[in-house]
């Protein structure tokens, strides 16, 4: 693994559980465009970022959504298979 990819599990998981610690405090999540960029390319791969912002959706609701930590709706799953958007699973 090169260092590059080490340090994009770390940006992941910074990410991913710092919503999780916001809403179990409670708080207002907050997450830098840097971070909510490239972890939105790591789950989407770099061709399928532009469908997200079709949605409209900020990086941390997109976050929750793809992560599983909140479920998508009829509506919202229905835009997804309309745009074609695959995200890579997490376990």
Do not use: C, N, Y
């Amino acid at each position: 693994m090169l260092l590059s990819e080490f340090l994009l599990t770390r940006i992941v998981e910074v990410a991913v559980h710092g919503l999780d610690l916001a809403d179990a405090l409670g708080r207002e999540p907050w997450l830098t465009s840097s971070a909510g960029d490239a972890v939105t390319e790591l789950l989407l791969g770099a061709e399928q970022t532009a469908a997200v912002r079709t949605l409209g959706w900020s990086q941390p609701h997109f976050l929750r959504k793809a992560t599983g930590r909140e479920p998508l709706d009829e509506e919202e799953a229905a835009q997804i298979e309309q745009l074609s958007i695959r995200w890579l699973a997490l376990g």
